[in-house]
């Protein structure tokens, strides 16, 4: 189960499309659809908070989480407030030891996210005509 925390996700519910916003609250989909949606940042799980306020966490990166996008973060951090942000990165660090691990999990998911396709249609098929 998943909530947008950002823009609006337009559902096809096999007639329509309808769109979800943040307000509409936690929704439930597909587990593939949830997964690419948390991988965008567009949504969170709701079982996992994206990220608790620490005693470090300035006014800054508290507003920035509260709009949705995802929180900064720095080797610097904590081990247990780096795995924090990894759930919101859409990882799994929990079996990480160290910082440096979650650290590279995360920038290996912002990679990937780049190279996501933003639809999951695929490029039409084009071949050359027959000569008349």
Do not use: C, W
Not at 46 to 74: C, F, I, M, W
């Amino acid at each position: 189960m998943i909530k947008i925390i950002k823009g609006t996700y337009g559902h096809f519910d096999g007639t329509k499309v309808n769109p979800i916003t943040k307000a509409d609250g936690p929704q439930s989909f597909k587990p593939e659809i949830e997964e690419r949606l948390v991988k965008k940042g567009v949504a969170v799980y709701v079982n996992e908070p994206l990220v608790e306020e620490t005693e470090e966490q300035d006014d800054e990166t508290a507003a920035k989480t509260e709009e949705g996008t995802l929180p900064e973060y720095s080797a610097d951090m904590k081990l247990a407030d780096l795995k924090k942000i990894a759930n919101a990165y859409g990882v799994d660090a929990e079996k990480a030891r160290t910082k440096a691990e979650v650290i590279k999990k995360i920038e290996a998911a912002k990679a990937q996210e780049d190279d996501v396709v933003e639809d999951d249609e695929l490029p039409p098929d084009v071949k050359a005509a027959m000569p008349e």
